[in-house]
């Protein structure tokens, strides 16, 4: 069946480290996926995108990785930052134009 | 570029009311939306797929008769939650993709939510 799963729910990281979100899927006709912040009380944002012809795709203070063959994909930023703190999806596309999306994983910036 | 609004971002109503939000895309076209609900600490559940000029796909196990879904133009999806109960109190948002966005296409851009509490 198709699913998006992420590996924790809460990552707690030191202001300036780098941040690591995990995430697995199981859908292998998934081309195209997509990382999303969600802040509370606000809708998800897009943060970056990738699609399955990609390994590896950077945006300004993120990178998406993507491993095909252990259908597994995270998200890094860099020098996180306070105003990082929020919940991170993956969503992969499925059938009709519908994303599937992941638990989630609150990520927690320490000053 | 790619906003999409909701109206209202809150709203407080009696039980056996009816509830519409408003999605906009404000500066593309979609002739797709999705509706979504959220509860606390959990992750998005898609309720439906808004087709412009046509009738909405449900997802299994929500009931097309009490959230109906309206997509009359390509800049514009309501849902509309009938005979609201408590247990419809929720986090709703919407989302649209850009119908011009050709290899991007599958891109979501989602609304600010509206939080629905029902009395």
């Known amino acids: 069946g198709e699913s998006v799963g992420l590996h924790l729910p809460t990552l707690s990281v030191q202001e300036g480290d780098n941040s690591i979100i995990n995430c697995a899927y199981s859908?292998?006709?998934?081309?195209?996926f997509i990382w999303y912040k969600q802040e509370s009380g606000k809708g998800p944002q897009f943060i970056i995108d990738?699609?399955?012809?990609?390994d590896k795709r950077q945006g300004q203070r993120v990178t998406v990785l993507l491993n095909k063959t252990v259908k597994h994909l995270s998200l890094q930023i860099a020098a996180t930052q306070p105003g990082d703190s929020a919940v991170y999806f993956c969503?992969?596309?499925?059938?009709?134009?519908?994303?599937?999306f992941g638990q989630g994983t609150e990520l927690s910036v320490k000053p | 570029g790619a906003v999409v609004s909701q109206h209202p971002s809150w709203v407080i109503c009696k039980s056996g009311t009816s509830v519409k939000i408003e999605c906009r895309s404000l500066d593309f076209q979609a002739t797709t939306m999705f509706w979504y609900r959220q509860f606390p600490k959990q992750s998005l559940m898609l309720m439906a797929t808004?087709?412009?000029?046509?009738?909405?796909?449900?997802e299994q196990g929500v009931e097309k008769d009490k959230f109906l879904i309206n997509h009359a133009s390509l800049t514009l999806s309501t849902l509309t939650v009938t005979s609201a109960h408590p247990e419809d109190s929720s986090f709703y948002i919407c989302s649209a993709r850009d119908t011009l966005a050709g290899g991007a296409g599958e891109t979501q851009y989602f609304g600010p939510g509206t939080r629905l509490l029902v009395l």
């Open positions: 990738i699609r399955s012809n990609m």
């Open positions: 969503a992969g596309d499925g059938q009709g134009g519908k994303l599937i």
């Open positions: 808004s087709n412009e000029g046509s009738k909405a796909t449900y």
């Open positions: 859908n292998s006709a998934s081309d195209y």
